[in-house]
C-alpha cells in the first residue's frame, strides 16, 4: 500500500519492464500514476502470487491524473485517451486500460503478467507521487525507477539499455541499440541533470562499447550522494574506450540574512547566495 507521505512501490521487475519497454514519455507518465494510485487502494495488488487470482478492475476521474501532473493543461481526456490507447496497443501489462467516450475517468485492469511484476516486492523502487509530474522527457520515468530501485546500494549503478540478467520481464528482447554519442547526450543528459537538482546526486555516465563494430551499446549510471560508499577513484574509473561524463546537482539559491543596512529607513532584509551542494 502507498504510505501516508505519497509514496509508492515500483518492483524491481516493474522497473526493469519500464526500463526495456522504450514507451513513449506520456505513455510511461500515465503508467506511473496508475501504478501509483493503484498502490493507494484496498487489494490493489497481490502480496502472494496466486496463479487464479484475477487482476481488479479500477478506475480514477482524470482529475486525479492531471494532480500527478497528467495532461494537466488540457480541459478534455483526448491525451490521456491516446496514451491509454498507446499502452494497451503496445505493452502486456493491461487487460484494457480506456476513458470511456464522454466519461471524465478512466478505468483499467492490469494483466497477469503485470500482476505478477507486482507481487514480488523482494526489491523494489519507493518513488514519491510528487514526481510524476517531473516526468516530461524521453528517458524521465526509466532513470527515476531505476535511481529509486538503486540509490540505497553501497555503490549503486544500474545499466540503461542492457536487460539485468536477475529478472527476465520481455519474452523477446529488443537488438541491442548502436548509439553515438552525439545524438544520446542531447537526449540524456538534461534527464540526468533534473533527477541530479531534485535529488541531490551526482552521477558517473559511461556510454560502453562491446559490440563487434563502432557505436555504443549501453550506458552504465552510477549515483554518488552522502551515504554511498565508492572508494577513491573508482566512481568516475571505467572501460578506456568508454565516453564518460559526470552530472552534478546544480547550485542552489538559498537565502540568508543580508548584512544591516546603512541607508536610513532600511533595516535587516535578505540576500540570495549560491550554496554548491
Known amino acids: 500500500m502507498v504510505e501516508s507521505n505519497g509514496l509508492f512501490r515500483v518492483s524491481a521487475a516493474m522497473a526493469e519492464y519500464i526500463k526495456l519497454a522504450k514507451m513513449p514519455k506520456k505513455a510511461e507518465k500515465l503508467l506511473l500514476a496508475l501504478i501509483s494510485i493503484q498502490d493507494t487502494l484496498p487489494y490493489g495488488w497481490s502480496t502472494v502470487f496466486d496463479p487464479y487470482?484475477?487482476?481488479?478492475?479500477?478506475f480514477a476521474y482524470t482529475n486525479e491524473l492531471r494532480a500527478l501532473g497528467i495532461a494537466q493543461n488540457e480541459r478534455s481526456a483526448r491525451s490521456i485517451r491516446a496514451s491509454a490507447a498507446c499502452l494497451y496497443a503496445n505493452t502486456e501489462l493491461f487487460r484494457f486500460v480506456n476513458v470511456p467516450p464522454g466519461k471524465d475517468y478512466i478505468q483499467w485492469q492490469f494483466s497477469q503478467s503485470a500482476d505478477v511484476f507486482?507481487?514480488?516486492m523482494e526489491r523494489y523502487a519507493l518513488v514519491s507521487a510528487a514526481d510524476i509530474c517531473h516526468c516530461s522527457?524521453?528517458?524521465?520515468?526509466?532513470?527515476?525507477?531505476?535511481i529509486m530501485?538503486?540509490?540505497?546500494?553501497d555503490r549503486p549503478q544500474f545499466c540503461l539499455f542492457e536487460q539485468d540478467t536477475r529478472i527476465r520481464v520481455l519474452k523477446q528482447?529488443?537488438?541491442?541499440?548502436?548509439?553515438?554519442?552525439?545524438e544520446l547526450t542531447p537526449r540524456l543528459k538534461?534527464?540526468?541533470?533534473?533527477?541530479?537538482?531534485?535529488?541531490?546526486?551526482?552521477?558517473?555516465?559511461a556510454y560502453l562499447q562491446s559490440g563487434s563494430q563502432?557505436?555504443?551499446t549501453d550506458v552504465r549510471i552510477r549515483i554518488r550522494h552522502g551515504k554511498t560508499v565508492w572508494p577513491d577513484g573508482s566512481f568516475m574509473k571505467?572501460?578506456?574506450?568508454?565516453?564518460?561524463?559526470?552530472?552534478?546537482?546544480?547550485k542552489r539559491q538559498q537565502q540568508r540574512p543580508a548584512a544591516p543596512s546603512t541607508r536610513p529607513g532600511f533595516g535587516h532584509g535578505t540576500e540570495l547566495w549560491d550554496d554548491p551542494l
Open 53 to 58: 487470482r484475477e487482476p481488479g478492475v479500477y
Open 118 to 120: 507486482m507481487t514480488d
Open 137 to 146: 522527457r524521453e528517458f524521465d520515468g526509466r532513470l527515476l525507477t531505476q
Open 149 to 153: 530501485l538503486h540509490h540505497k546500494m
Open 173 to 182: 528482447m529488443p537488438e541491442t541499440p548502436t548509439f553515438r554519442a552525439a
Open 190 to 205: 538534461p534527464c540526468l541533470q533534473k533527477w541530479s537538482n531534485l535529488k541531490g546526486y551526482t552521477f558517473a555516465v
Open 214 to 216: 563502432p557505436g555504443y
Open 238 to 250: 571505467f572501460d578506456p574506450r568508454a565516453h564518460v561524463y559526470r552530472v552534478n546537482p546544480a
